[in-house]
């Protein structure tokens, strides 16, 4: 089996992508919203992390998380979210066609791709520029129009805030003398 590097930097921020197995469109479904709302609420009072963004899409998440000063274990709490996730409502959604020999030897669910994806935050500018694509991705997968539009995400608290205006994200192009989105 591969070994895969991770970074070890506490107290930094990080991105991540997470994805479900074969890409299952399950994670907008009310139930899987509360499930995984809860693991993650349980998973950070035992091991704090900070959300700085997060979208939800119907078979994968992208979020940026910012870990305590002495602490990089990520791996470890995606671990105890996806396990939690999938004790909670995984049994829902295990589809056992979809089970590879290898699954099934391990008695793992089909709820989540076995790895995820993960990029250490190098800076102010990557920072951003991470934010903007996870709160951008659902227009991008043509799930919207507009990024206001999508309701899984974390762009309207930074609405709220003031950080965002409301049609970020929204492209005026000018063709022959109009515009249009």
Known sequence: MPQYRRSKVAGTAYFFTVVTHHRQPILI??????????????????????????????????????LPQNDYDFSKRWGLIKAGFTKKAGWIFHREELASESRRHHREATVWQRRFWEHQIRDEGDYQSHMDYIHYNPVKHGLVGQVKDWSYSTFHRYVQKGLYPENWGNIKLEINGQFGE
């Open 29 to 66: 479904r009310p139930e899987c919203r509360l499930a995984l709302r809860q693991i993650i609420a349980e998973v950070r009072f035992s091991y704090p992390f900070n959300v700085d963004a997060w979208v939800l899409l119907p078979d994968h998440m992208h979020c940026i998380w910012t």
